[in-house]
């Protein structure tokens, strides 16, 4: 078996740390060369390009991107979809000339239509349009998918979109406003168990269904597809698990000790109503997560405890 030198754009992200995590055990790889922001600026093409030409990995991992909750997206819409269509297209075509070295693209499940039937296929894929709160974002990650798909039938690259679920775990951004769900209600139902608050506030209605995956469990599927010939270039990556809003406050409220009420507030946005993938096509290869929802929050409310400022 050919062990793979790796290449990791974003390695200091929340999927990047991961990344170094799992794939620093496995036996597929010969080395890591983890990249931040501080080595590589990936909005200037000549730097990318650069650090391309000087590492010379088997393969790119592509887990850099400027990420968000609802609130995030919906209010710095033309740094979502500008910021982000640079660092893929940098990346991408960084690589052309480089055919001989694979690229593992992680996207979001964002991309799929509001109205795509669940559980949602790959083959949903542009199909009718895109939930209106993360539109921009998510047009970014398609535009790195189709790119990806032309360089692979124009040069001959090798490259796999990955499409995960809602990804949460040791190492997120906790900001009350612009991070994702669990961690945004991690820290802020934490805030008001230290203030003794009598209620606490849920954005929206509650009931929106959420799917869920542990950060490690991604990383997991990355290292068990390294060495696959798998003829797709787009696979889903869930747990097949989804839980409302509500529910989830519920568990949070639960793990981190908090004795109030919980309230609603209708006047921000649900966003999507429901959104659940599908992941048989890799399930169906054999792999599968290992980490269940309420242990993966207890895992993050640790960490988010023992570093928080």
């Known amino acids: 078996m050919d062990k793979k030198k ?4 974003g390695s200091n992200g929340l999927v990047g740390k991961s990344l170094n ?35 010379k ?34 990346i991408l075509e960084a690589c052309i000339g480089y055919e001989e ?33 993360n539109s921009p974002y998510a ?13 692979r039938l124009q040069y001959g690259h090798k490259i796999l979109n990955l499409m995960p679920t809602n990804l949460y775990g ?3 951004n906790f900001s009350e406003t612009e991070s994702h769900v669990i961690p945004g209600l991690i820290a802020r139902m934490h805030k008001a168990k230290e203030l003794n608050q009598e209620t606490f506030s849920i954005w929206g209605s509650g009931h929106p269904l959420r799917e869920f995956l542990y950060v490690d469990d991604l990383s997991y599927a990355i290292e068990f597809l390294l060495n696959k010939d798998i003829d797709e270039d787009l696979l889903n990556i869930g747990s097949g698990v989804e839980i409302s809003i509500l529910e989830l406050s519920q568990l949070i409220k ?3 000790g908090y004795d109030g009420d919980l309230t609603f507030d209708k006047s921000m946005p ?40």
Not at 72 to 79: E, M, Y
């Open 101 to 133: 070295i694979e690229i593992i693209n992680l996207g979001s499940s964002c991309i799929y239509p509001l109205n795509a039937e669940n559980p949602i296929k790959e083959e949903s894929l542009l199909t009718g349009k895109l939930e209106p709160t």
């Open 139 to 151: 047009l970014a990650k398609i535009t790195a998918i189709e790119i990806g798909k032309s360089l």
């Open 170 to 172: 040791p190492g997120d």
């Open 6 to 9: 790796v290449l990791i754009f």
């Open 254 to 256: 639960k793990i981190i």
């Open 21 to 55: 995590r799992v794939l620093a055990k496995s036996q597929k790889i010969s080395e890591i060369v983890p990249s931040t922001r501080n080595d590589t600026n990936l909005f200037s093409f000549d730097e990318t390009k650069k650090t391309i030409e000087k590492i």
């Open 270 to 309: 649900d966003g999507n109503p429901r959104k659940l993938i599908d992941s048989s096509k890799i399930m169906n290869l054999g792999w599968k997560p290992k980490i269940e929802l309420e242990e993966g929050i207890q895992l993050s409310y640790e960490w988010f405890y023992e570093n928080k400022t």
């Open 57 to 90: 990995p088997d393969l790119i991992i592509n887990a850099a991107a400027k990420v968000g909750g609802i609130h995030a997206n919906n209010t710095l819409r033309s740094d979502f979809i500008i910021e982000n269509l640079k660092i893929n297209m940098n």
